[in-house]
C-alpha cells in the first residue's frame, strides 16, 4: 500500500500545476490566518476599549443612589476569543451588546450584519472557509480521476493483475489525497498557533479542530475515490461527487435548517414580550406604591421587625421590593427564556441528527463549537450577562435595603467606593470538556461516516470493477 | 440561420437524454418553489404580526376612551399618570412604526431576518433602541441563511447551469469526435453559441414564467410591476454573466472534467472566496460597532440633562425649539418643573439624532466601502439588487429608521407644543391624537 | 481532387512532415502506408485544416486547406480510428444530428436508406451508440460522410480493430465511393487492407513519401517486403 502511496505522491508532485496550487493554498491560509488574527484582534481591542469605557463610567457614579445606578445599568459586550479569527460561526449575526439594567432583561443587540449591506452568504474568509469548502473541493478534483484513470486506460487491469486488491489500490488512492488534507490543515492549525495566542485550552481545542477536520477529509476523499471506482469514467466520477457536495453544503443545510425552525417554533416577538408582560405583572411592580402585592410584603416586614409603620422600619423598604420585584422578574425570564433556549437546543439536536446524512454539517457544527462561535457558546455568554446582571441588581438593592437609608429616602445616594467594590463583569469561553455533550451527535455522525465507507469500500469493491 | 436554428432545437433531445441533467433541473425548480414558499410565509408572518399589532393597538385606544369618558363623567379620577396632560396621552397613545413588507419579498427575504419591523414610537425613543433588533430566532439557522428564491438564483442557478452545460462540447472532446463536428459546415463557436442558446433560452423563460407566476399569487403584478421588471432585467443580466462566463470555459476547454472543474473553481471564486475576502476586509477596516456614542447619549448625556436646573433646561429648550417662543409657558415667570420634565425628552432626542447621523455616516462609509469592490465582486452586486428590488436590503432599514425618526419628531414637537401650550386633553382631543399617529 | 504541395511540418524541433507532396485524382483511393509517428495523422490534420503546415499548402478541390479551411471542409468527409458519436443517441439520430450540424435537414427515410446503404440494417438504426459494436459505429461514421455528399474522404486508420467481416464491407464502401468519382485517402499501417481498397500506395518514412506505387503492380506479400525494407533501412 505504502508504494502505491508513494507513487500516488509523486504522481501529485510532478504535476506542476498541482505544486501551484499548493503554494498559493499555503500563502493564502498563511494571509488569511495573519489576516483573521489581525481583524480579530481589532475586535477585541474594541471590544475591551468599551467595556473598559463603561466600567470607568460605572466606577466614576458619584453620590448616587443605588436604585438609580439600576436604572443607570451597565453593558455586557460580547467578547471575541483567538479561534474566532478561524471561523467566525454565528458571531456576525448576533448582536455584540447588551444592556444589564434593573427591572428588565434586555436582548443583545448591534450584530455585524445590520451595519452594513450584505456581502457574503458564506461568511468572512476566515480558514474555516477555506477548509470546509475550498480544499474538500480541490481533494474531489485530486480523487475523482483516481481509479477511473486507471480503468479508462487500462492499468487498473495490470495493477490488479499484479496481485494487488483493489480494495488496496482503493484505500491507498484515497489516503494519498487525505495526507495531501491533512497536511494543509495542519499547516493552518501550526500557521495558527504561531501567530495567535495558544494556552492549554486553545491547544486542546485546536486538536479537536484538527480531529473533526481530518475525519472530513478522509470521509471527502475516501468517497470521491470510491465513486472513482465505481463508476464508468472520469465524467460520471466527477459529476457524482461533485452533485454530492453541493447538496451536503449548499441545499441540505439550508433546507433542513428551515425545517427544524418550523419542527420546533420559536414565540414571534411580540407574543414573547406579551406573554412576559403578563407574567410580570403578576409580581410586584417597585415603581407602583399602589400595588397589592407591595402591601403584602409591607405588612410581612413591618411583623418582621415589630413596627407599625414604614418609617419606624430600620432598612429601607424601597430596596426590599426593587429585589422582590427582580426576584419575580428573574422567574418569569427563566420560565419564558428557558423556554426558548429549550426550544434552541431542540432546534439544534434535530439539525445536528442531519449528519447521519450529511457529514458537512457536523463539521460545521463542530468547528464553530470548537471555535468557541456556535449559539451554546452565545448561549453561555447570555446566561453569564444574565447572571452578571443579577449579582449587580442584587447588590445594589441591598445596599439600597441595608445600607443605612429609610424606606422612602431616595435622595439618599452612595460614593464611588461602593461602585468600585462591585466586580465587573468578565467573560471567559468556557473549557471545552464541559461542553463536549453538546458536541456528542456531531462526532457521533462524523464517526460513523469515517467507519461506514471503508467499510463500503472493503464489501463493494471487487475485481468485477476492474 | 436555419443550422443555427436545427442546432438549437437538436439540443432538447442531449437534454433529455440525460436524467441527471433532468433530475438537476427539476431539483432546481423545487428550490425555487421551496424558496418562494419561504419567502412568502415571511411576508405573511409579517403582516398578519402587523395586523396583529394593529389590532391590540385598536383595543388599547379604546379602553383609553373609555377611561376619558369616565374621568369625563367624573365617574374615575385622574390615574397617577394624568391622560389629561399632552405628555401622557400622547404616550398613551400608541403609534407603532411598521415596515410593511413589499410583496417582492417572496423573492428575496435578504436582510429581512436581521432587523425589527415594527417598533413602537414613543416621544423617548430612537433609532437604535433594542426593540429594533431581529425577531427571535435560531441564531445557528441565521447564520446559515434562508433559502430564499435570490439565494436559490444567485448561488444555485450558476451550478444548474455548470451541470447542464459542462459536458457540452466537453463530451466530444472526451470521446475524441469534435473534428467531426468541426467539420460539418460550422465553426466551433458557432455550434456552441447555438446549443449554449438553448439552455439560455429554456432557464430564462423558466425564470420569467416561474417568477411570473409566483408574482401572480404573491399579488406583485398588482402592487409592485415596475420593481417586478426590474426583477426580470436583473435575472437576464445575471443570466447573461455566466454564460458568457461558462462559454468561454467551454470554447478553449479540453474535455467534460476539466470543464467541470474550471466552472465550480469560477463559481468557487465568485460566489464564497470574492464575497468572503471582501467581507473579511470590510471587517478589519471597520470592525463591529459597540455603540458606545448611541450608549453614552442614553445614559451619560441624558443623566446630564435630568441633572440640570429647570432654568437651564428652559433655556436650551427654547434655543432648541424656537417655535416654543410663541407658546403660553414661555411668557410664564413662574416656573413649572413638570412642564420642563415633561419636555426633556425633546433635548435627548436632539442628542440621540446626533449619534445616528454619525452611526449611520459610519455605516454609510462602510458600504461605500464595500461597493468599491463592485467590480470584482459582481455576485454580491446582483444579490443587493434584488434585495433592493424585493425592499429588503440594509437602505431598506435605513430608510425605515428614518420614517421611526420622523414619527418620534412628531411626537415631541407635538408634547412640546400642547405642554407648553398647557392644552387640556379631553376624549377628542386623544382621538385627534389617536388620527395624527394611526 | 487532393493535391498536398511540398508541405513540412515541425513540432518542437521535430519534423512530423517533410517536404511531402502527392495528388489523388476524383475516383481514386489511395494508401498512405507507415508506421506509428511516420506523419500520417499530421498529413490528414494539415488537410482537414486542424494543423498549418509550416511549409507548402494543401488544397481540397482546389481550396487552399490553410487559409480557407471552411470553404475547403465542406468537401471533406472524415472518418477516424474511433467513430465515438453521442452514447446516448440512437445511430439515427446521430445522423441527423450530424447532418444538421451541416445544415441538411434530411427526412426519416432518407436517413434510414444512408444507413442501410452503409451496411446497417432497420433494426439497429434506433438502437443507442453505446450498444453498436466499433464496426457498427464506423458505418454510421461513414453515413455521416455519404449525408454530406462530400467528394473527398479522408480516413484515418479506419480498419483499425475492426473484425475481417466489418473491415471487408468498408473495402466494398470505399470502393463504392470511388466509383461515384469521389477522392479517397486512407491511412493506415494494416498493409493487406490498403492493398485490397486502394489505387495507389505510398509509403510515409518521419514525414518523407519515399515509395509510390500502384497496387495492381505488387502482390500483397511483394507489398508486404517492400513496406518493411522501407521502414527498416
Not at chain 3, 508506421?35 to 482546389?62: Q, V, W
Request: glycine share 6%; hydrophobic share 40%; with cysteine.
Amino acid at each position: 500500500m505504502i508504494n502505491i502511496i508513494i507513487v500516488e505522491w509523486k504522481r501529485f508532485i510532478r504535476n506542476k500545476l498541482f505544486v501551484y496550487v499548493t503554494a498559493f493554498f499555503i500563502l493564502s491560509l498563511l494571509l488569511i490566518v495573519f489576516l483573521g488574527i489581525e481583524q480579530n484582534y481589532n475586535q477585541q481591542l474594541r471590544q475591551t476599549q468599551a467595556q473598559k469605557y463603561v466600567r470607568q463610567q460605572w466606577e466614576s457614579l458619584e453620590n448616587v443612589n443605588p436604585h438609580r445606578a439600576a436604572h443607570y445599568g451597565t453593558y455586557a459586550f460580547k467578547p471575541v476569543n483567538v479561534l474566532n479569527s478561524m471561523d467566525s460561526g454565528i458571531n456576525d449575526i448576533t448582536g455584540n451588546v447588551i444592556k444589564l439594567e434593573g427591572h428588565v432583561q434586555n436582548e443583545i443587540v448591534y450584530s455585524e450584519a445590520s451595519q452594513s449591506l450584505s456581502i457574503s452568504k458564506f461568511g468572512k474568509l476566515k480558514s474555516s472557509l477555506i477548509l470546509q469548502y475550498v480544499i474538500p473541493l480541490f481533494l474531489i478534483f485530486l480523487a475523482y480521476g483516481s481509479l477511473s484513470n486507471e480503468k479508462e486506460t487500462q492499468r487498473l487491469k495490470l495493477l490488479v493483475f499484479q496481485g494487488t486488491s483493489l480494495t488496496k489500490i482503493t484505500f491507498a488512492k484515497s489516503l494519498s489525497v487525505w495526507i495531501y488534507g491533512l497536511t494543509l490543515l495542519v499547516i493552518t492549525i501550526f500557521i495558527q498557533s504561531i501567530l495567535g495566542e495558544t494556552d492549554l485550552e486553545i491547544f486542546t481545542r485546536m486538536m479537536f479542530i484538527i480531529i473533526s477536520y481530518g475525519v472530513y477529509y478522509f470521509i471527502v476523499s475516501s468517497l470521491a475515490t470510491y465513486l472513482s471506482v465505481r463508476l464508468r469514467n472520469n465524467t460520471s466520477a466527477l459529476s457524482s461527487i461533485l452533485a454530492i457536495w453541493i447538496i451536503w453544503t449548499i441545499f441540505l443545510p439550508k433546507i433542513w435548517g428551515n425545517a427544524v425552525e418550523k419542527i420546533y417554533p420559536l414565540p414571534s416577538r411580540q407574543s414573547f414580550k406579551t406573554s412576559m408582560k403578563i407574567d410580570r405583572s403578576k409580581g410586584i411592580d417597585g415603581h407602583n406604591p399602589t400595588d397589592k402585592r407591595r402591601e403584602d410584603l409591607k405588612v410581612k416586614y413591618l411583623a418582621q421587625y415589630d413596627v407599625d409603620s414604614l418609617k419606624n422600619l430600620p432598612i429601607n423598604f424601597d430596596g426590599i421590593v426593587m429585589q422582590q420585584d427582580e426576584e419575580y422578574g428573574n422567574l418569569v425570564w427563566d420560565k419564558h427564556f428557558g423556554n426558548n433556549y429549550n426550544i434552541l437546543q431542540r432546534q439544534k439536536t434535530l439539525f445536528q441528527i442531519s449528519g447521519i446524512l450529511n457529514p458537512f454539517v457536523s463539521l460545521q457544527s463542530l468547528s464553530m463549537g470548537f471555535c468557541g462561535s456556535d449559539m451554546y457558546h452565545h448561549l453561555d455568554f447570555l446566561k453569564k450577562s444574565e447572571d452578571y446582571r443579577r449579582y449587580l441588581l442584587k447588590t445594589l438593592n441591598d445596599k439600597h435595603a441595608y445600607g443605612g437609608s429609610r424606606t422612602g429616602d431616595w435622595k439618599w445616594t452612595v460614593g464611588s467606593n461602593f461602585f468600585k467594590s462591585i466586580d465587573d463583569f468578565s467573560h471567559q469561553i468556557p473549557k471545552i470538556t464541559s461542553q463536549m455533550e453538546h458536541y456528542l451527535i456531531d462526532m457521533i455522525c462524523l464517526l460513523f461516516w469515517g467507519f461506514m465507507l471503508p467499510m463500503i469500500i472493503k464489501h463493494r469493491t471487487n475485481r468485477d470493477l476492474v | 440561420m436555419s443550422g443555427y436554428y436545427q442546432i438549437l432545437m437538436s439540443e432538447s433531445l442531449h437534454l433529455i437524454r440525460s436524467p441527471f441533467k433532468i433530475i438537476t433541473l427539476l431539483l432546481f425548480i423545487f428550490a425555487m418553489v421551496y424558496g418562494c414558499k419561504n419567502g412568502y410565509e415571511l411576508f405573511e408572518k409579517q403582516n398578519n404580526e402587523i395586523n396583529a399589532i394593529s389590532k391590540e393597538n385598536k383595543a388599547s385606544i379604546n379602553e383609553m376612551i373609555v377611561q376619558y369618558e369616565a374621568i369625563e363623567s367624573g365617574d374615575q379620577e385622574k390615574p397617577r399618570r394624568d391622560p389629561t396632560t399632552p405628555y401622557w396621552a400622547i404616550w398613551n397613545t400608541p403609534s407603532y412604526a411598521f415596515k410593511h413588507p413589499s410583496s417582492m419579498m417572496v423573492f428575496s427575504l435578504g436582510q429581512a431576518e436581521q432587523y425589527g419591523y415594527y417598533k413602537r414610537v414613543t416621544n423617548w425613543s430612537s433609532t437604535f433602541d433594542s426593540d429594533l433588533s431581529e425577531e427571535i430566532a435560531n441564531p445557528e439557522r441565521l447564520a446559515i441563511g434562508t433559502l430564499d428564491f435570490n439565494f436559490v438564483f444567485i448561488y444555485l442557478y450558476p451550478i444548474l447551469m455548470i451541470i447542464l452545460l459542462f459536458n457540452i462540447g466537453g463530451l466530444e472532446k472526451d470521446l475524441r469526435f469534435y473534428r467531426l463536428i468541426y467539420l460539418q459546415n460550422i465553426t466551433n463557436a458557432k455550434w456552441l453559441f447555438a446549443r449554449f442558446s438553448f439552455y439560455f433560452i429554456i432557464t430564462f423563460l423558466l425564470m420569467v414564467g416561474f417568477t411570473s407566476f409566483s408574482a401572480l399569487l404573491a399579488g406583485v403584478l398588482k402592487n409592485e410591476l415596475p420593481n417586478f421588471i426590474n426583477l426580470l432585467f436583473t435575472i437576464l443580466a445575471y443570466i447573461l454573466m455566466w454564460f458568457t462566463i461558462f462559454f468561454f470555459i467551454n470554447y478553449f476547454g479540453k474535455g467534460s472534467s476539466d470543464q467541470a472543474m474550471k466552472m465550480i473553481t469560477i463559481w468557487l471564486a465568485l460566489c464564497i472566496v470574492i464575497p468572503g475576502i471582501v467581507h473579511q476586509i470590510t471587517s478589519t477596516r471597520y470592525p463591529t460597532n459597540y455603540m458606545t456614542d448611541y450608549l453614552d447619549v442614553s445614559r451619560e448625556h441624558s443623566n446630564d440633562i435630568f441633572e440640570s436646573s429647570a432654568d437651564t433646561l428652559r433655556m436650551i429648550l427654547l434655543s432648541s425649539f424656537p417655535n416654543l417662543e410663541h407658546t403660553q409657558f414661555s411668557a410664564d415667570t413662574i416656573m413649572d418643573k413638570s412642564i420642563i420634565n415633561r419636555s426633556v425628552s425633546g433635548l435627548v432626542n436632539v442628542l440621540n439624532k446626533n449619534v445616528a447621523f454619525k452611526i449611520e455616516s459610519l455605516n454609510k462609509d462602510k458600504n461605500e466601502f464595500i461597493k468599491k469592490f463592485n467590480p470584482i465582486n459582481p455576485i454580491t452586486v446582483f444579490q443587493n439588487q434584488i434585495n433592493s428590488i424585493a425592499g429588503t436590503d440594509y437602505y431598506a432599514y435605513h430608510h425605515y429608521r428614518r420614517y421611526i425618526q420622523s414619527i418620534i419628531d412628531e411626537k415631541i414637537e407635538l408634547i412640546l407644543e400642547d405642554t407648553w401650550n398647557k392644552k387640556v386633553v379631553n376624549k377628542e382631543k386623544y382621538i385627534e391624537y389617536v388620527t395624527k399617529f394611526n | 481532387m487532393i493535391s498536398i504541395q511540398n508541405i513540412t511540418k515541425n513540432f518542437d524541433n521535430n519534423i512530423a512532415v517533410n517536404n511531402l507532396s502527392l495528388e489523388i485524382k476524383n475516383g481514386e483511393i489511395y494508401g498512405l502506408l507507415g508506421s506509428n509517428g511516420a506523419g500520417k495523422s499530421t498529413t490528414i490534420n494539415i488537410l482537414l485544416g486542424f494543423l498549418k503546415p509550416d511549409e507548402g499548402f494543401a488544397t481540397i478541390n482546389g481550396i487552399d486547406t490553410t487559409s480557407d479551411f471552411i470553404s475547403a471542409r465542406k468537401h471533406i468527409g472524415y472518418i477516424s480510428e474511433n467513430v465515438s458519436l453521442y452514447p446516448y443517441l440512437s445511430g439515427l439520430e446521430n445522423l441527423d444530428y450530424f447532418c444538421k450540424l451541416s445544415g441538411k435537414t434530411l427526412g426519416q427515410n432518407k436517413l434510414h436508406k444512408l444507413l442501410r446503404e452503409c451496411g446497417l440494417e432497420n433494426g439497429v438504426h434506433n438502437k443507442r451508440i453505446e450498444y453498436y459494436s466499433k464496426g457498427m459505429r464506423q458505418k454510421v461514421g461513414i453515413a455521416i460522410a455519404l449525408a454530406k455528399e462530400a467528394s473527398v474522404y479522408l480516413l484515418d486508420e479506419p480498419a483499425s480493430g475492426l473484425d475481417p467481416l466489418a473491415s471487408n464491407e468498408l473495402s466494398i464502401m470505399l470502393k463504392k465511393l470511388s466509383k461515384d468519382n469521389a477522392a479517397i485517402l486512407m491511412a493506415s499501417h494494416d498493409i493487406f487492407r490498403v492493398r485490397e481498397t486502394c489505387n495507389r500506395i505510398g509509403i510515409i518514412k518521419k514525414g518523407e513519401l519515399v515509395k509510390e506505387m500502384n497496387t495492381s503492380d505488387v502482390s500483397t506479400k511483394e507489398l508486404e517486403k517492400i513496406y518493411i525494407d522501407y521502414i527498416q533501412n
